[in-house]
């Protein structure tokens, strides 16, 4: 059993900042790609930022420049650190993760959800 486990949000002033963490826990082999994903009231949920195992990372048009994802390999954790913070920004805030794990004596990749943080930014 795999979990994610979300910490970081709250809410804050338009320009302020704040970081979220996501650690992911239980019977993980290997973790190709860990991100974030919001979703707005009344809106579909969309992606933020993500990053491969290789460190290489993708960020929605919308954040860039203002928002960065990191990832600590060693603790199974990634992070969004995000700056200049609008109140377009306010949504709840997802963590995912594509993890292989050990089952059947193979092993397979599986798509974990956290369960969600909100982020409000204040005009």
């Known amino acids: 059993q795999v979990q994610l486990a979300e910490s970081g949000g709250g809410l804050v002033q338009a320009g302020g900042s704040l970081r979220l963490s996501c650690a992911a826990s239980?019977?993980?082999?290997?973790?190709?790609?860990m991100g974030w994903y919001r979703q707005a009231p009344g809106k579909q949920r969309e992606l933020v930022a993500h990053?491969?195992?290789?460190?290489?990372?993708n960020y929605a048009d919308s954040v860039k420049g203002r928002f960065t994802i990191s990832r600590d390999n060693a603790k199974n954790t990634v992070y969004l650190q995000m700056n200049s913070l609008k109140p377009e920004d306010t949504a709840v805030y997802y963590c995912?993760?594509?993890?292989?794990?050990?089952?059947?004596?193979?092993?397979?990749?599986?798509?974990?959800w956290g369960q969600g943080t909100q982020v409000t930014v204040s005009s």
């Open positions: 995912n993760a594509f993890i292989r794990v050990r089952r059947y004596g193979s092993s397979f990749v599986d798509e974990y």
């Open positions: 239980g019977s993980i082999f290997s973790i190709n790609a």
């Open positions: 990053i491969i195992s290789g460190g290489s990372t």
